[in-house]
């Protein structure tokens, strides 16, 4: 049995929790798989890298509760999953986010991504910061050879469907193994606000896939 880390959207995590309940809930079913979701303290109160910082306490805390916790006793903790999605995304990445979802013409949901990162980068930060543009981390062909292989999910009518494109199209100039997949005609963070549609199963079946893989 697998085990995944699962890094919520930003404050959908507390508005929609059920939504993300009803989801993680079925993809455990689905892929065998125990999994550990993470509420991670919001920005403004704590700006990053204090997300970063709480999920990657959590995978300490779960280091830790092997020999104390019984469900973990069928896990297996040799292969374990990060997942996450929108803000959460970039969480797993520790970083991955740049402007081209200005080619969109979205403005609204434009000047709602900026505002986001301004209360969330550290004071004083643009969106050039790596945490916010990946392309500004500078790691070695030795640190780009111990990253995972990758999925990447995008949503067909999302507005941040480029970003995501992208960041796979880098992650493969980097010589990371990565695979794109698009679920078309669907919105931003489908999963959880249609936890049981056709779609959200088509995805966690996906999911499961790319762990059984391993």
């Known amino acids: 049995m697998s085990f995944i880390g699962e890094a919520s959207a ?3 995590a507390q508005r929609h929790g059920l939504g993300y309940h009803t989801f993680l809930g079925d993809f455990a079913v689905a892929s065998q798989s125990i999994v550990l979701s993470v509420d991670y303290r919001h920005a403004p109160e704590n700006r990053l890298p204090i997300a970063y910082d709480d999920c ?20 297996d903790l040799s292969r374990v999953f990060l997942s996450g999605d929108s803000a ?12 081209k979802e200005r080619a ?7 000047a709602l991504t900026d505002w986001m990162w301004k209360l969330s980068l550290p004071e004083g930060s643009n969106r050039d910061h ?9 790691l070695s062909r030795a640190e780009w050879c111990r990253f995972p292989p990758a999925v990447v999910y995008v949503a067909g009518l999302d507005f941040l469907k480029e970003r995501g494109v992208m960041y796979a199209a880098f992650l493969e100039k980097n010589g990371v193994e990565v695979k794109l997949v698009e679920a078309e005609g669907e919105k931003h963070v489908y999963h959880m606000l249609h936890p049981e549609s056709e779609a959200t199963r088509l995805l966690q079946k996906q999911m499961s896939e790319f762990i059984h893989n391993f």
Request: proline share 2%; charged share 25%.
């Open 88 to 99: 959460g995304g970039n969480i797993v990445h520790n970083r991955g986010e740049d402007e």
């Open 56 to 75: 990657y306490s959590s995978l300490e805390w779960l280091s830790c509760q092997v020999s104390s916790e019984p469900w973990l006793e069928r896990a």
């Open 130 to 138: 790596y945490w916010c543009n990946y392309e500004m981390a500078e």
């Open 10 to 12: 930003y404050f959908k």
């Open 104 to 110: 969109g013409g979205e403005a609204e949901n434009l």
